[in-house]
């Protein structure tokens, strides 16, 4: 019998730590990865274990699924959306080869307005108001309505896949005024042709977690629940990235929610995907068919977006702590096994800080200085320290065997502890070894102050509720 083969394709850090626990399996599976860029870590991870890397472009599934056929993988592990979106699962299920990300029919990421009216049908509830705007249709006075209706506390959102970006905020993004909602709508109009949609939601006041999945089709087991850092600067200001940090507790929901809070997310992602897979084991849920993003308010919790796959930084929480082998888990998957003793979570935390480079989230107009990043230092602690340290190279590429850092994040430095607090000073201790690049990070991720002011949050809410 030949050597286990397994394909992950990668973009970002939490490629990065997919590609790593494969490599920790004790299978000692043949690693084949596909990289936006020349990821270094993805490239000793596909060397070292006896598979292949490729750069390919990740919005065409054609030569990503030729690469993954042609090495004779056993089952695929996608990261990142765009692949996912445009029907990995589809093409690579024509191959028969069994791929751990919904296919193209189930990424609800696709579509914002697609996920508000599922919700509308299966759990109301759970929806803040809203109303759907399309181009070439709708008329300035009835957005200017909704909008007064709404008292200018608005969410506006494009039903575009925008990876985290282009959702503008009242306060956030624009002034709460007739003017600055109406011209910010204006603006997301801008290059969407007509018959293209808009969503203006009530913007709701709460505290934000996300809520995780792992799927084999017929059963979804949720992982701990995570609270990521949109915004670039301290103390939640400058603009939206893609995420900057996160953190994970070492029991199953966050310091600022309650019990309550964490079974309605559960029943809210139950009922969605027992809606979607009608009485059926539904093959193109596998994976992560689900990641939400939770608010929860004092009427209750309400569901953000809808994602269809792990999350950046969030999944990267996970995937170190993970008790069984990720390959087992992935074979649960994938023979319809999976239950919630398939994943042997631990009682540990994790803190995940992401290092970027001085463009990043609008920091400074241009890069200056030397690029080339040394993790020499931060390795190394790693390796001596695996329970505790993690280290996941993101948007890196190899320059004449330099390790230099281009324009999004570089990488995450996580921390794995009993309690939030060891976790958190463990991803600081390695992120304190990294050198070079220019890198620059939140230095408040997960710290006690802000956890603190979440749950002084909550508790005033709900008083008020």
């Known amino acids: 019998m030949g050597k286990l083969r397994v394909g992950v394709v990668s973009y970002g850090s939490r490629g990065a730590a997919i590609a790593d626990a494969f490599a920790r399996s004790r299978y000692k599976p043949q690693v084949y990865i596909v990289s936006k860029q020349a990821n270094p870590m993805n490239i000793s991870i596909a060397r070292t274990t006896g598979g292949k890397h490729a750069v390919l ?4 599934v054609g030569p990503i699924s030729s690469f993954f056929k042609n090495h004779d993988v056993k089952f695929v592990f996608p990261g990142p959306e ?19 990300c919904p296919t193209q029919e189930y990424a609800l990421e696709e579509s914002k307005v697609r996920q508000r009216m599922l919700l509308k049908e299966v759990y109301p509830d759970a929806n803040p108001r809203f109303m759907v705007f399309e181009r070439g249709i709708c008329t ?3 957005v ?14 494009p039903d575009l896949p925008g990876f985290g970006k282009g959702v503008g905020v009242s306060e956030d993004h624009f002034e709460p005024t007739p003017e600055g909602c109406y011209q910010f709508f204006l603006e997301s109009m801008q290059g969407m042709e007509n018959g293209q949609k808009i969503i203006i939601e009530e913007r709701v006041d709460g505290q934000e977690s996300s809520f995780q999945v792992l799927c084999d089709g017929r059963n979804v087991v949720p992982v ?8 670039a600067f301290n103390g939640d200001k400058g603009p939206n990235t893609g995420g900057m940090g996160s953190y994970m507790d070492s029991v199953e929901h966050l310091p600022f929610m309650t019990e309550k809070d964490r079974l309605a997310e559960e029943e809210i992602t139950q009922g969605l995907f027992d809606h979607l897979k009608k009485g059926k084991r539904e093959k193109g849920l596998l994976g992560v068919p689900f990641y939400m993003a939770f608010i929860h308010t004092k009427e209750g919790t309400k569901l953000l977006e809808i994602n269809s796959r792990f999350g950046d930084p969030e999944g990267i929480n996970v995937m170190p702590v993970f008790g069984r082998d990720f390959v087992d888990i992935c074979n649960d998957m994938i023979n319809g096994e999976l239950s919630e003793g398939s994943l042997g979570l631990g009682r540990k935390a994790s803190v995940v800080v992401h290092a970027v480079p001085p463009t990043y989230g609008g920091k400074a107009a241009e890069y200056e200085g030397d690029k080339q990043v040394v ?26 065997d330099r390790t230099c ?23 600081y201790e390695l992120a304190g070894e ?16 802000h956890i603190q002011a979440s749950v002084d949050h909550m508790k005033k809410l709900r008083k008020t509720g």
């Open 57 to 60: 472009d990740l919005s065409d």
């Open 82 to 100: 765009k692949p996912i979106i445009a029907g990995l699962a589809d093409k690579l299920n024509e191959y028969g080869i069994p791929t751990l």
């Open 140 to 142: 300035e006075p009835e």
């Open 144 to 157: 200017k309505d909704w909008l007064a209706e709404l008292k200018y506390q608005v969410a506006i959102k």
């Open 224 to 231: 701990y629940d995570t609270r990521d850092y949109k915004r």
């Open 375 to 400: 993790i020499r230092k931060a390795m190394i602690k790693m390796l001596n320290n695996p329970g505790k340290y993690r280290v996941y190279l993101g948007d890196m590429a190899l320059d004449d």
């Open 405 to 427: 850092a281009i324009k999004s994040r570089t990488l995450a430095c996580v921390g794995i502890g009993d309690d939030i607090e060891e976790a958190r000073k463990g991803a």
């Open 434 to 449: 990294i050198r070079g690049g220019n890198l620059w990070w939140r230095t408040d991720i997960a710290s006690e102050e």
